[in-house]
């Protein structure tokens, strides 16, 4: 099984959530030194993952892999029918 590829805008939720939230907590904790400096980097790296995985994504793309077994699916049912009539 793969992994599914993150959509553009889960892309561009995540990157301005890590940017912007880096730059509030450096500002609001004021701080100085590398492992604060880090730690702050850490937990923005987390929130937006975590802002990323939630954007929800569209109806309509369930993936290419899931229009091929659809269409695939609809094939099968169809043949019958047209042999019918």
Known sequence: MTMPRPTAAQLAYG???VV???LAMLLLSQTGSGAG????A?????LGLLVAMTVP??????GVTAGRSAAAEREKTEEPALSKS
């Open 42 to 46: 850490f937990a923005a790296m987390l």
């Open 15 to 17: 990157s301005c959530t």
């Open 57 to 62: 994504v569209p109806r309509g793309s369930r």
């Open 37 to 40: 400096i880090a730690v702050i």
């Open 20 to 22: 912007f939230s880096t």
